[in-house]
């Protein structure tokens, strides 16, 4: 008995010790958790912010994640968002605004510290044009300002206004910061010799001599074109307008051509130095110099686009606002580069106009042609032998070869043609585990409407393939993918030939002979004229292809589809996902014009071609931003 007693109370004493260390372990714990928590809320308060519960919860966990360097964490999440000041709704904190930056930088961690050189799953981030954030620009607060709330589908009759003042503002804030186009303040020879200055509208009025006016091409009455601003509209007379391209290119350097231009000349003049076509139409917003006529006429003598502005300076004059829809740091940025830099493996595969019900073989001309579900798996083969599989494959629509409208009834065909394909892919086993799969619909693929921007294929459409790959992305068109630190836009519409139809002055009709010329064409000549008692040489891009036009339109428009909404419809309170501000470092417009690749000003720009037309693809490299046109 007296050995089970003393048993039983040295039992009693060790769990008591246990019990004694456990509860100053806990005591210890809430004391450095109390601390902690007075820590960020001081430092929080220091900054000038104020946390609420739920943020305050959030800070702790994100902290909690790096035991030995908890300073540091603390303090480059208060720089984070430091530098994202503009975009946040006020200084008091809640877990969305802290979650935001939290999840970016813990993500940033991970990927340096568990970084696969042949897979960057993780840092390709796919994002629906619905998801995409909105912006409108203040001319007051001259700084854009977030839309609170997700916008409507059916907008209010007012929302048709403001698609078209956010339009026009976007591109008057770029030009606003143009040299050329600002009164000096102190030069008075300057001032005296006239400007590029912009002139409202309404300021026309009684105004004599040349002016340059910034406005959007209407036509207000039937065969009367209209240039408006947000001030008035006049009507022009584009009889003997000659259109020209402000851009980044230079004047004529060579010795012929030194002559033609004076140092002060050229600076003040230099977005004239080339003169092209490009495509001018309705709902495009153009620069026109010209004068006012007697009638209340503008005549107009020369027209062209607002000149581009460097991304890398958009992005530096509004630090911190998320245009994009993921926003990056700038130590996030540089970090990502680092690790984008060595991603030198990882390509994409891009496919256009996929016809999935295009699966048997056509006999022509006693010779068998593949069609497009043969030709399909002739690519998948391909690929699935190589060292490294791509990263992702893109597959952009149509993917009937019918248009998919009221008159189309064979949606149960096009559902079990996607279970096939997928079924095609899961039998490929290393592309089925380490691709990604994106589909983007086609302007004639199932949906609700054939409006801009266009959501995702139907479930109905999609779940046989999903059977197969269930990771398989089906997102908008367009939508957007973020690589690291490169953003690239995809975008699905046979957007060539309804720009040439709709476009009010012909454009050139040559083709240039390098894909990726953009600045020294093959054939240039020079046009002389006169302006204001001072000879101007000008050099005229006889070799610039439809195509290039194209991609000078709608950059310098800052925008996908400057078309008339008569042509194609757009969602008044979603156009913002159409806006291509600040330039990406690519877009990809998926066309059925022939596959062509440029480089433009420094945007990579390319079109896939059509797959089942002409057996075109392209091959992207991301790290190097190398373009593959491919064929089979």
């Known amino acids: 008995y007296e050995k089970s007693r003393q048993f039983h109370s040295r039992s009693a004493d060790t769990q008591l010790s246990v019990d004694y260390c456990l509860s100053r372990e806990r005591e210890r714990e809430r004391e450095m958790s109390s601390s902690m928590r007075n820590k960020v809320q001081r430092k929080f308060k220091m900054r000038g912010y104020s946390l609420k519960v739920e943020a305050l919860t959030e800070i702790l966990s994100f902290v909690s994640h790096f035991p030995d360097a908890q300073d540091d964490a603390l303090n480059l999440l208060l720089d984070d968002l430091q530098s994202q000041s503009q975009s946040l709704k006020s200084s008091i ?86 040299p050329h186009f600002a009164r000096p303040a102190f030069d008075a020879e300057y001032s005296r010799s006239g400007t590029c200055e912009i002139t409202t509208i309404q300021s026309l009025v009684g105004r004599t001599g040349k002016s340059w006016i910034l406005g959007v091409i209407s036509q207000l009455e039937d065969g009367h074109f209209y240039l408006e601003d947000l001030t008035a509209a006049v009507e022009i007379d584009l009889s003997s307008a000659i259109s020209f391209l402000p851009s980044c290119m230079h004047p004529p350097c060579s010795s012929d051509n030194a002559d033609s231009f004076t140092l002060k000349e050229t600076l003040k003049y230099s977005c004239l130095n080339s003169i092209t076509t490009g495509f001018f139409s309705e709902n495009t917003i153009v620069l026109a110099e010209g004068e006012m006529l007697l009638d209340g006429m503008f005549k107009v003598n020369t027209c062209g686009f607002p000149p581009l502005e460097d991304r890398d300076k958009s992005i530096e004059l ?70 490294v599989v791509p990263s992702l ?31 095609m892919i899961g039998a490929h086993r290393r592309l089925k585990e380490h691709s990604r799969f994106l589909f983007i619909p086609g302007p004639d693929d199932p949906g609700p409407s054939t409006v801009l921007p266009r959501c995702a294929l139907p479930n109905y459409i999609t779940e046989e393939l ?97 078309l008339p909404l008569t042509v194609q419809p757009i969602i008044w309170n979603y156009d913002h996902c159409l806006h291509l501000y600040p330039t990406p470092h690519t877009i990809v417009l998926g066309d059925r014009s022939e596959s062509k690749a440029f480089n433009y000003t420094g945007i990579t720009c390319f079109n896939p071609g ?23």
């Open 466 to 562: 999903k059977k197969h790959i269930p990771d398989a992305i089906f997102r908008s068109n367009p939508c957007r993918i973020k690589f690291y630190t490169q953003e690239i836009v995809f975008f699905r519409q046979d957007l060539l030939y309804r720009m040439r139809r709709s476009c009010l002055m012909p454009p050139t009709t040559e083709e240039t002979n390098d894909p990726f010329e953009h600045v020294s064409f093959p054939f240039p000549f020079y046009i002389s004229f006169v302006y204001d008692d001072v000879s101007w040489k000008l050099t005229y891009l006889s070799a610039l292809s439809y195509s290039l036009q194209l991609v000078a339109t709608i950059t310098h428009q800052s925008h996908l589809c400057p």
């Open 318 to 387: 509004f630090a911190g606002i998320d245009f994009f829809g993921c926003a990056l740091t700038k130590d996030q940025t540089l970090k990502f580069a680092e690790l984008e830099s060595g991603a030198v493996n990882d390509m994409f595969v891009i496919l256009s106009d996929v016809w999935l019900d295009s699966e048997e073989v056509l006999m022509t001309n006693l010779f068998p042609v593949e069609k497009t579900m043969g030709k399909l798996e002739t690519v998948l083969d391909g690929y699935e032998d190589v060292e």
């Open 93 to 178: 904190l809640d877990k969305e605004a802290v979650c935001g930056v939290t999840s970016l930088l813990l993500e940033a961690d991970m990927a340096a510290n568990h970084h696969d050189p042949t897979s960057s799953k993780s840092q390709l981030r796919i994002i629906d044009a619905f998801d995409f954030p909105k912006f409108h620009y203040d001319p007051i607060k001259k700084s854009f300002l977030r839309h609170d709330g997700i916008p409507l589908i059916h907008g209010e009759p007012s929302a048709k206004a403001t698609l078209y003042r956010d339009r026009f503002l976007l591109l008057f804030q770029r030009l606003s910061r143009d």
């Open 610 to 632: 059509s797959f089942s037309n002409d057996s075109t693809f392209v091959a992207y490299r991301p790290c190097t931003r190398e373009v593959e046109l491919s064929s089979l």
């Open 393 to 423: 494959f893109v597959f952009m629509g149509n993917f009937c070869s019918h248009p998919c409208n009221l008159a189309f009834s064979s949606f149960s065909n096009l559902r079990l043609q996607f279970g096939k394909l997928g079924q």
